[in-house]
């Protein structure tokens, strides 16, 4: 059974880090594209980073409204992903989410909810002083 369990969520200043866990289990996720999104209120769910496989040598995309302050990346011994949130903004607020799907593939272009089949339960992230 797939199943991916966000972690790491909080309330941070402005300027401040986060780092968000996605753990895995059910299946190897050396072997999957995983990708972050995340939803504000009232909002679209919007794709931030997602990160390929070992296959595809785990490239990685982002959204341009985070690239250079967030980093994704993969602990394949531990069966996790990360997602490495630098110079939070207010307007990063949002429920987080990963997701994973054994036939996408994190290519640079927008990240669509889309093609992803499994999600996670969401983890909050409120930037606020």
């Known amino acids: 059974q797939v199943q991916l369990v966000e972690s790491g969520g909080g309330l941070v200043q402005p300027g401040g880090s986060l780092r968000l866990s996605c753990k895995a289990s059910?299946?190897?996720?050396?072997?999957?594209?995983i990708a972050w999104f995340r939803q504000a209120p009232g909002k679209e769910r919007e794709g931030v980073s997602c990160?390929?496989?070992?296959?595809?040598?785990?490239?990685?995309n982002y959204a341009d409204s985070v690239k250079g302050r967030f980093t994704i990346s993969r602990d394949n011994a531990q069966n996790t992903v990360y997602l490495q949130m630098n110079s939070l903004k207010p307007e990063d607020t949002a429920v987080y989410y990963c997701?994973?799907?054994?036939?996408?593939?994190?290519?640079?272009?927008?990240?669509?909810?889309?093609?992803?089949?499994?999600w996670g339960q969401g983890t909050q992230v409120t930037v606020s002083s």
């Open positions: 997701a994973t799907d054994p036939g996408t593939i994190c290519g640079p272009y927008e990240i669509s909810a889309e093609y992803y089949d499994y």
């Open positions: 059910g299946f190897n996720l050396d072997y999957h594209a």
């Open positions: 990160i390929n496989s070992i296959n595809l040598n785990g490239a990685t």
